[in-house]
């Protein structure tokens, strides 16, 4: 049974940082693609970034340049580095897998297992 949990969300100001994690078990990790999404009140989820096996990565327009996604395969974990956030950024985040190796979309439609999430809170 696949099993993601998220945590490293937190309140923090404008400008600021933040770390994400999500802890995988339940799948074979080092053979999924995986990503980040985000939902804020009252709008659509979307997509943030995702990783395939062979490490390539994909972002949205809105996180390029302040966003890194990263994988531990070692650890079975996936991170989210958030740098120079924004009130924008507000959100709660998602950490998501699906049963193959490539990420051809950044689409909440092609990821079938989630995590719970993690609240973000960006102050102005």
């Known amino acids: 049974q696949v099993q993601l949990v998220e945590s490293g969300g937190g309140s923090v100001q404008a400008g600021g940082s933040l770390r994400l994690s999500c802890a995988a078990s339940?799948?074979?990790?080092?053979?999924?693609?995986m990503g980040w999404f985000r939902q804020a009140p009252r709008k659509q989820r979307e997509g943030v970034a995702s990783?395939?096996?062979?490490?390539?990565?994909n972002y949205a327009d809105s996180v390029k340049g302040r966003f890194a996604i990263s994988k531990d395969n070692a650890k079975n974990t996936l991170s989210l580095q958030m740098n120079s956030l924004k009130p924008e950024d507000t959100a709660m985040y998602y950490c998501?897998?699906?049963?193959?190796?490539?990420?051809?979309?950044?689409?909440?439609?092609?990821?079938?297992?989630w995590g719970q999430g993690t609240q973000v809170t960006v102050s102005s």
């Open positions: 998501a897998t699906r049963d193959y190796w490539d990420c051809p979309l950044l689409s909440r439609s092609i990821f079938p297992y």
């Open positions: 339940g799948y074979t990790y080092s053979s999924s693609c």
């Open positions: 990783i395939d096996t062979h490490g390539r990565t």
